[in-house]
């Protein structure tokens, strides 16, 4: 559930931030309006909590899934809270490219869509990675409280256990085992991240 959220959440949450970056103020296509909208619509979303999202989402992801109750019902609300999250992370990351080496691809003739893919892309490549790995750490604490509506996983277990039957070990035990999967997350995130900016120089 946290491997297909996180990359559905990058596949929607990128090109969100590549269109924020691109039409922002000194972007590479400034469009006021664009941006001001889709910066709203962002925002928006992010403020809203996830307990309410999940709730409030309810008969979108009976659209789209034809059910609310389950791991694919779960993923629904976490891709739509963590996408607008992934997307501000990419954001900041394309806008930690040095504006020399921008200037430099546009003085060699390079399309708007050649910077984007092998320069901006490439350069934020370590940024937009670690921005991964915060957003996997960020859907593991959602996908706990998902279990709220049967979203299986440990977050399921604590609710059904810990919560209602009252069973405190069962409790201890899933937020342990949550710490545990987040710190092997953070690790490996960082790890990568490591790699590929040794790579870059």
């Known amino acids: 559930m946290i491997a297909i959220s996180t990359l559905l959440s990058v596949v929607i949450g990128l090109p969100i931030g590549i269109l924020l970056y691109m039409t922002a103020a000194g972007g590479l296509r400034p469009n006021r309006i664009v941006y001001q909208v889709t910066s709203i619509v962002v925002n928006i979303v992010r403020s809203v909590p996830f307990i309410i999202l999940l709730i409030a989402l309810i008969p979108f992801t009976e659209w789209i899934v034809g059910t609310s109750i389950g791991v694919n019902a779960a993923i629904v609300p976490l891709v739509i809270s963590a996408a607008p999250f992934f997307a501000r992370v990419a954001e900041t990351a394309l806008r930690e490219v040095h504006p020399g080496v921008i200037e430099a691809a546009q003085s060699m003739g390079a399309s708007v869509m050649m910077i984007v893919w092998r320069v901006l892309l490439r350069e934020s490549?370590?940024?937009?990675?670690?921005?991964v790995t915060l957003t996997a750490v960020a859907l593991?604490?959602?996908?706990?409280?998902?279990g709220v509506i049967g979203g299986g996983g440990l977050g399921d277990l604590a609710v059904r256990y810990g919560y209602e039957r009252f069973q405190t070990n069962v409790m201890i035990v899933t937020t342990i085992v949550l710490i545990i999967l987040v710190q092997i997350l953070?690790?490996?995130?960082?790890?990568v991240v490591h790699h590929f900016a040794k790579r870059r120089g």
């Open 186 to 191: 953070q690790m490996t995130g960082d790890r």
């Open 140 to 146: 593991v604490g959602n996908s706990a409280m998902s």
């Open 125 to 131: 490549w370590p940024s937009i990675l670690a921005g």
